[in-house]
């Protein structure tokens, strides 16, 4: 198990990996962490969330053609993290999608709450689309202070990027051809917590879909088809088609 000090100084360093090419195109890494430093220094200032405004920042590529440069910077955090996670959700440990629309970029104290964290390295993991939708509409931890908690100060909730998962959540995920079932259980209070204000019901919504071959497999070619045409207006089609979708499984997940 590593200590709080390890995981600091791990986190340091990971840090340190991903603000070392923030970016495709190597000419623009400079360009990106300058313009990462920018923003989160005015989210911090301001207590506004900067998110959405790093999103829209455009340049120019070496033959002047427009690029979505924040688009980009978010594509490659997203990369990133998911590559620290094994490529495994932060909260239900199932393999992440390698589409935007599955895999989004989770902001552990959430943006509406806590904007000044919003471009907090800290405060970045990979989750999967339903974790990081449930989570978004439920409320999760309290901080009062200014600055950002360091893990000693996080436990009422569970931190994917502070806390070691083993050590929190034990579960068991069987798979068949035909069915898969998951069994989540939490070994301290944070663990505990997570259960259960989340993990159940990914249970419930992982039953629901993947239990229903037909609809497991309408949604995986779907979801494909999204991510082919990332920023383009079929792609917001295809989510707002994939959220309607969604909420009518959340809202079965949901009765008792
Ligand atoms: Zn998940």
């Known amino acids: 198990m590593t200590t709080k000090s390890q995981r600091i100084q791990q986190l340091v360093e990971e840090g340190q990996t991903f603000f070392s ?7 623009l890494f400079v360009c ?7 923003e989160r220094r005015l ?36 990369d990133h993290l998911a590559q620290l996670q094994k490529n495994r ?3 239900c440990r199932r393999w ?11 902001h552990v104290l959430s943006r509406d709450e806590y904007p000044r964290f919003s ?15 449930r989570k978004s509409s439920h409320p999760w931890g309290t901080w009062h202070k200014h600055g950002y908690p360091s893990p000693r100060c996080i436990k009422d909730f569970f931190h994917p990027r502070f806390h070691d998962y083993d050590a929190h959540i034990r579960y068991v995920r069987v798979e068949t051809n035909t069915i898969s079932v998951a069994v989540y259980l939490g070994l301290s209070p944070q663990g505990r917590q ?48 994939l959220d309607a979708l969604n909420g009518a499984v959340y809202r079965l997940a949901l009765k008792r």
């Open 96 to 106: 992440l999608q390698n589409i935007a629309y599955a895999r989004p970029v989770e």
């Open 32 to 38: 990106a962490r300058t313009l990462w430093r920018r």
């Open 194 to 241: 997570l259960c259960r204000d989340l993990l159940g019901f990914i249970s419930k919504v992982d039953a629901l879909v993947h239990n229903n071959p037909r609809m497991s497999n309408a949604i995986t070619k779907i979801q494909g088809y999204g991510g082919k045409n990332e920023n383009r207006v079929a792609t917001q089609r295809v989510d707002e088609f």
């Open 21 to 27: 090419a923030p970016h495709e195109y190597q000419y």
């Open 119 to 133: 471009l907090h390295y800290w405060n970045l993991a990979a989750a999967c689309h339903d974790c990081n939708h």
């Open 43 to 78: 989210s911090r200032r301001k207590n506004t969330d900067r998110w959405p405004a790093l999103r829209s920042v455009k340049a120019t590529n070496t033959k002047g053609k427009p690029i979505d440069f924040g688009v980009q910077i978010q594509k490659a955090l997203r």
């Open 89 to 91: 959700c932060c909260y």
